[in-house]
């Protein structure tokens, strides 16, 4: 009997995973909810009309296209079963005899859910494609509000966490508004938009060396980010945020703090950490469950020192490869390995020629940071074909000042659409 | 006085106006609906999954930001008071001197307008992402129907409309069907997906040479397309097309038929054609309203020799610059110029490597008529970025069959995320 592999999630886990079954006498089928998998270290750069979707986004089925011991299938997965291996979806059951889970995280609210609506995260692509309808609406909506206290609000940009997603947001929200619009509007000046970055902790992106820290809220405040550390934000509306006594009116605000584990895991009935990730052994399969294995973002990997595994892409690949490699092992009756990571570092961009990275000993920030962290997304972007039209579209903004995908889309999804699309559906299956 | 003009849509008629008006004495505002100018002829490729959106449509904005006289304003037009010279928007007033109207045109249901749900038309960036989701997601519904009948259905395209888009609609799912996708699914061909292309006349493309159609027509059937000649659709339902007694069970139906102007040519109280298109006079302006000028498929304009001139971009373009002249002639106090359509030809594409093109006694088709194809619509595809972006992604595509923008994209636009934002702009305004 040839094992029945099933990966729930495409990300980079999932993806990893699936590749590295490669030539192996295994029978693999990816569940993702969407076609593609997506290179999320750069999807602040969709949301802030840098790149398109198209261009960090490749189907998932031509990235496996070639393996055929591969089977993609698009959706929605409800519940797993550990003791009888098997994995819900929507619309079907998945059997099978080695799992890996990996279906990441989402922003967390701190049990304010409520605030999602006004302050939405920033994980999937559609996620993106709201965050640049919101930014770029509201420079539309500027250009039409005659009272000028009304506009500042219009103008006011909040964004709650200060970790990679937040900074990179303010970066380059702050470059939109100063240069790439600067001209285009007759009744307000772009420039004079208020950005604030929000940040609980005492530094920004606080896993950094706090000398690059520094360095990195030096090249925000170089951009009029008004950076509030020690700041936590106590209540979200429509009409902007409070913090404590203080308001602040805001038309536009955006979430990038908080990690709250995909909702599967709390189907599982097994441990979980505060976040919702499931702890999982040294070999990174389920206590109890040995051939179950949860990998990425969703995974809590306690390391030999006591510390956490970070949630980041290169972490996240590791471990899908790794949990491949004990997969066949056990399939082969050996025993599994335990996971160990391999720390290559962190890095970070602020605006258009600033970056900080670390690796090891070695420190980069200012442009120096960001021609290392340049290097390393192109170099890991998936798809040749991405990585050289990304290539010309950052090498033509950056010349330019220029965002090319400043397009206000999504206006006007007819409800009847989705409705007969439904149906559509439903015919069918009659 | 500085006198007024209003220019109401931003396609290539409206457009083309605004930009005529650089360095003339008028102050001008374009108001239309989206923030970006469509290049529409290139629509059909996003909806088939060869260009992304960014591709083809640039920021109206940046289209005029040196025209110091130009402000553009994004807004729902609602209604034209030619009387008064006033345009309304669902959230303001515009009053103008000169008026220059190009919304445009939709398809037409022949006033079966239920069947829009089941088969959408391709006329904006919406529509196309739309197209793309419904053509995409079929096949993801394929991979997971075991029923070999229902799989079938899943599988049958059908496009009603044999004119440019049509054809072009059925070329490009036939070849992404045929080839790009071919081997990425394990438990059906998508080489047996049905094409079926119904056209009312008696010939596709009837606006080209009889020898011409006869070759689009060749190319479509080696494409493996069922072109149904003489046939009319007489329903449309979730399950698929009635033609007479004959039922066409299909998943997936797109329109691609008949013309009808867009609704605010009603609310005018003059003279409209059939279409609903405005009758203009020689001039292009409305019949007892010399301010007032339509252009553009809008625009129905009698040419000496009793046709009309065709809805083709470069009359649009014609007609908007022709406009613009006699606004600046009329305002001098100058009499106005007959408009004189300048038909430069007219071309079409089937496939991968297939066109056809006339422009005066020249005949061309195949190869050549796909060469000439090609260099027209990179040349006129406005801006250079632009440019550079399409030609290097189609000749990726057309070296290795594939098609990029694969990316079924909208599958969860949370509503209560519109419904905040429409809260906040209330709140905002309060």
Tied chains: 1, 2.
């Excluded at 198209?54 to 070639?66: E, F, H, K, N």
């Amino acid at each position: 009997m040839i094992p029945r592999v099933v990966i729930v999630g495409g990300g980079f886990a999932g993806l990893y995973a699936a590749r590295r079954f490669s030539r192996s006498n295994v029978k693999v089928t990816l569940v993702d909810r969407q076609n593609y998998h997506l290179f999320q270290p750069l999807l602040y750069q969709v949301a802030t009309a840098g790149l398109s979707p198209g261009d960090i986004a490749t189907p998932i089925r031509s990235l496996v296209a070639r393996q055929s011991n591969v089977e993609v299938r698009m959706g929605d997965v409800t519940g797993v079963d550990l003791k009888n291996r098997r994995v819900t979806l929507a619309d079907g059951v998945l059997d099978y005899d080695f799992l890996i889970l990996a279906t990441g995280v989402r922003h967390s609210y701190f049990g304010r859910d409520e605030w999602e609506r006004f302050a939405p995260g920033l994980k999937t692509l559609d996620d993106a494609l709201e965050l640049r309808r919101r930014v770029l609406t509201a420079f539309e909506d500027a250009e039409k509000e005659p009272d000028e206290k009304k506009r500042e609000a219009i103008l006011t940009f909040v964004i709650v966490g200060a970790g990679p997603t937040g900074v990179e947001l303010a970066g380059a929200i702050a470059e939109l508004s100063k240069f790439t619009v600067a001209d285009d509007y007759r009744r307000f000046d772009p420039r004079k938009s208020k950005v604030l970055l929000m940040e609980g902790g005492d530094r920004v992106l606080a896993a950094f060396d706090p000398a690059l820290s520094a360095k990195a809220l030096e090249s925000l405040k170089k951009l009029g980010v008004d950076v509030r550390l020690n700041t936590r934000v106590t209540n979200v509306d429509a009409g902007g945020v409070d913090l404590g006594d203080e308001r602040i009116a805001a038309h536009t605000v955006l979430w990038a703090a908080g990690v709250a584990a995909s909702p599967i895991s709390k189907s599982l009935g097994v441990e979980l950490d505060r976040s919702g990730r499931v702890k999982v052994q040294s070999d990174l399969s389920i206590p109890g469950f040995p051939t179950a294995y949860v990998v990425g973002d969703l995974a809590c990997v306690t390391q030999p020192d006591g510390t956490t595994v970070p949630g980041l892409a290169p972490a996240a690949i590791q471990e899908g490869e790794h949990a491949a490699d004990n997969i066949m092992a056990a399939a082969l009756g050996n025993p599994t390995e335990p996971f160990s990571y391999l720390d290559k570092g962190i890095m970070a961009t602020v605006g258009r020629a600033s970056g900080i990275a670390q690796s090891g000993p070695l420190r980069l920030s200012g442009f120096l940071g960001w021609c290392a962290w340049l290097f390393i997304h192109i170099l890991y972007l998936i798809g040749f074909r991405n990585r050289l039209l990304v290539m010309i579209q950052w090498a033509w903004a950056w010349f330019t000042f220029g965002r090319s995908a400043r397009l206000i889309t999504g206006l006007t999804p007819p409800p009847s659409r989705h409705e007969a699309k439904l149906e559509t559906a439903e015919a069918v299956r009659r």
